[in-house]
């Protein structure tokens, strides 16, 4: 379920590699889903919680981003 989510975000956040996120299946692409689910998720807990935690969330954005690029690499040279 997790991994699906995690797609979907991905797939909302990598317009211009979507078509290879519906199409490409991988135990290493549905980890990284997964991985991804899990800190957007845990992002908007921390942006939403007083006092806001800006060390938390900062550090979340760039794993988020970290975790977007190792997936557009990862497709891009299947």
Known sequence: M???R???????RLPDIRHL???IT???LQEM?????LAVDALERFRIKSPREEG????YEQL??????E????????
């Open 6 to 12: 995690g797609r979907r975000k991905l797939m909302l």
């Open 56 to 59: 938390l969330i900062s550090e």
């Open 26 to 28: 991988s135990e290493a």
């Open 71 to 78: 997936v557009v690499v990862y497709c891009k040279n299947r």
């Open 33 to 37: 889903f997964e991985s991804y689910d």
């Open 21 to 23: 996120l519906a199409s």
């Open 64 to 69: 988020c981003r970290e975790i977007e690029q």
């Open 2 to 4: 997790s991994q699906e």
